[in-house]
Each structure stands twice: as structure tokens, then as C-alpha cells.
Antibody
């Protein structure tokens, strides 16, 4: 049974960096078939895929155009987890953030999310 | 990338069947068989109900079925039950190596 456990602050100051971590149990961040994603949800933007990281002989990352200049998703193989960093946040980045597993991913396929973290409400406010 | 188009709400009585549509473009829904459907109850994370257009994960009731025709994917729930009341979201892979979600449909069981 795969479990994803999110951690990170629920309040971030505008212009600062949002940082979240997702610890994986029951699978490996270095899986050759899965990809590890971040998705957020807000009333104004609905569900929004932010990006992913995955390992296929080397590490890859893909990001949504809307956040590409501000986002980094990194794996941490020593702790079997991955992280999200979103720079220069504004109140529009206020959302519930989820980490997810895409079990059947490839370079040309972002497929489906079979496991989700518990969600973290991140509020951007001074 | 624009969101996929779903009706804001649908409703049905217990035992009835309902269908939720999800309309995209030639760059997403019609181009790939990577359409998924998620159920979300208030305060909970979304749950995968359908993947690859029409496949059900283990543990999902066979009352849930789905299909695709051209730019439109559809989710059908038969034998409606009170526990089916939730929001439903579709998603699709896109030609821009990204993924897009629908705006969500609130299902009310009358």
C-alpha cells in the first residue's frame, strides 16, 4: 500500500518561497514506471497540475507553463521523498497542495494519479 | 492551457443513472487515451475512479463506467447511491506535455 505524507508550512509571506515535502512509503521515488507530481486546488483555479519528477536512467522534471519560471520539484533518494518549491508567491498561490503518484508515466505521458497525499492548505498572506 | 469543460452540476434520484460530460479539444481528449475521472468528497483528496478512458481501478464499483467519443469523454454512474454525492473531475494529457483538469461537476443525489 502506497502512502504519501505531506509536510510544510501552512502560511507563506508574499514574495517568499513556498516549500512542501512529500514522503513516500510503499514505493520508491526512483521507480522506473512512476512519476511524482504536485497538484493544487483553489476555488478560483480549480484543480491545477503543477509538475512532476521521475527517473528513467536519469532524473527528469516537467512543469506547467503557468508556474514554469517559479517552480522546482526535486527528488531526495536518501529519504525517499520529493519536494516542491514555488518562488515569489502571491495571494493567487493560496490553495490546497497535493502530492500524487502517477503509476504509469513516461516522457510522453502524464496519465493518472492513483495515490494522493492528505493535502496541505497553504495561505499566502502577510 | 484551458480547462476541460464539464457541467457545473447534475442530479439524479437513488437508483437512477446519470452521465457527466467532459469536453476538450484536438490537443487533449481526442488526441490521447489518457483521460481519467476523480471523485472528491468535501475536505478529502480526490479519488481515482477511471483511468485510460474506461478502466476502473481495483476496488471501484462497476456502477462507474466511462467512454470517449471525439473531443468528449463521459462518466456514467448507474444505480445512484447517496454515497455517490460528490464532485467529479475529468483530466487529460495534452500535446504540450502537460495535464489539464475539468472544472468539476457537483453530483447531487436527490
Amino acid at each position: 500500500q502506497v502512502q504519501l505524507q505531506q509536510s510544510g508550512p501552512g502560511l507563506v509571506t508574499p514574495s517568499q518561497t513556498l516549500s512542501l515535502t512529500c514522503a513516500i512509503s510503499g514505493d520508491s521515488v526512483s521507480s522506473n514506471s512512476a512519476a511524482w507530481n504536485w497538484i493544487r486546488q483553489s476555488p478560483s483555479r480549480g484543480l491545477e497540475w503543477l509538475g512532476r519528477t521521475y527517473f528513467r536512467s536519469k532524473w527528469y522534471s516537467d512543469y506547467a507553463v503557468s508556474v514554469k519560471s517559479r517552480i522546482t520539484i526535486n527528488p531526495d533518494t536518501s529519504k525517499n521523498q520529493f519536494s516542491l518549491q514555488l518562488n515569489s508567491v502571491t495571494p493567487e498561490d493560496t490553495a490546497v497542495y497535493y502530492c500524487t503518484r502517477d503509476r504509469d508515466a513516461s516522457h510522453s505521458r502524464i496519465n493518472y494519479f492513483d495515490y494522493w497525499g492528505q493535502g496541505t492548505l497553504v495561505t499566502v498572506s502577510s | 492551457q484551458s480547462a476541460l469543460t464539464q457541467p457545473a452540476s447534475v442530479s439524479g434520484s437513488p437508483g437512477q443513472s446519470i452521465t457527466i460530460s467532459c469536453t476538450g479539444t484536438n490537443s487533449d481528449v481526442s488526441a490521447y487515451n489518457y483521460v481519467s475521472w476523480y471523485q472528491q468528497h468535501p475536505g478529502k483528496a480526490p479519488k481515482l475512479m477511471i483511468y485510460d478512458v474506461s478502466y476502473r481501478p481495483s476496488g471501484v464499483s462497476n456502477r462507474f463506467s466511462a467512454s470517449k467519443s471525439g473531443n468528449t469523454a463521459s462518466l456514467t454512474i448507474s444505480g445512484l447511491q447517496a454515497e455517490d454525492e460528490a464532485y467529479y473531475y475529468c483530466s487529460s494529457y495534452t500535446s504540450s506535455t502537460t495535464l489539464v483538469f475539468g472544472g468539476g461537476t457537483k453530483l447531487t443525489v436527490l
